[in-house]
């Protein structure tokens, strides 16, 4: 599950949102924007129960991290994080058979092709099985189907960056597969009304095969929608 909870700095939201979170029952969790610092670990940790990690913001702005449940098996590599919060990555590998990439991003809003060709040469040293990358990208793949009343395309050269990612990486959008010509969005904004699909996921090709389900779920203490996906590896 992938949220830009758009901020967990007070204390009675932080505790909200994860027990929210928490009753969703997925396996790990990715959160963007979450304002979180390394001082605020030890309540986070002790919040949520299970391991956590943390790519460190501001309080007031920026800030990933990736929370663990106990409901599967599964042991951590290598972490990688940014200097600025927008990336969290993790090597994981799961039941003792697959090795995962689990790359948690949170887009800059300004237009920063070198931030994304970044994400690719982390993804290109990576020897193991499948790639998962998910996140508020701030970006979309397909104007004509992810924007709603927008002008212009943003952030141009993150974009063309992200397109030629999924070619060279082999990775598929598993939301853009199940709803091929279908109009949603992860965001909006009022006054005027706008909305974008910038949060969605990119798996390895082979993953589609062990996609039971991906969502566009509701929102929930954001102006971003929560989106899911869920694999079931026990198919190999």
């Not at 956590?52 to 990736?66: E, H």
Request: charged share 25%; glycine share 4%; net charge neutral.
């Amino acid at each position: 599950m992938s949220l830009n909870c758009r901020g967990l700095g007070g204390l009675e939201k932080r505790r909200d949102v994860l027990n929210y979170i928490k009753q969703k029952n997925f396996s790990i969790y990715l959160l963007q924007d979450t304002h979180l610092t390394m001082e605020d670990y030890n309540q986070i940790r002790s919040l949520w129960g299970f391991e956590i990690f943390l790519s460190p913001g501001k309080s007031n702005a920026r800030g990933t991290a990736i929370l663990f449940n106990n409901n599967f098996e599964y042991k951590i590599y290598n972490e990688y994080k940014d200097q600025e919060g927008n990336l969290l990555v993790l090597e994981i590998n799961i039941y003792d058979k697959y090795d995962l990439l689990v790359l948690n991003i949170y887009g800059p809003n300004m237009d920063n092709p070198d931030f994304f060709l970044k994400i690719s040469e982390i993804i290109s040293d990576f020897n193991g099985d499948f790639v998962i990358l998910a996140g508020d990208f701030n970006l979309v793949q397909d104007p004509s189907l992810d924007y709603y009343n927008y002008k212009c395309i943003n952030n141009k050269k993150s974009r063309e960056v992200v397109l030629r990612m999924k070619d060279i990486h082999a990775l598929t959008d598993p939301w853009r597969v199940k709803h091929e010509n279908t109009c949603r969005y992860t965001w909006c904004r009022n006054n005027p009304t706008r909305k974008a699909r910038l949060d969605f996921f990119l798996i390895s090709n082979e993953l589609m095969a062990l996609v039971d389900n991906v969502n566009i779920a509701a929102r929930y203490r954001s102006d971003h929608s929560r989106i899911e996906l869920h694999l079931i590896f026990n198919k190999f």
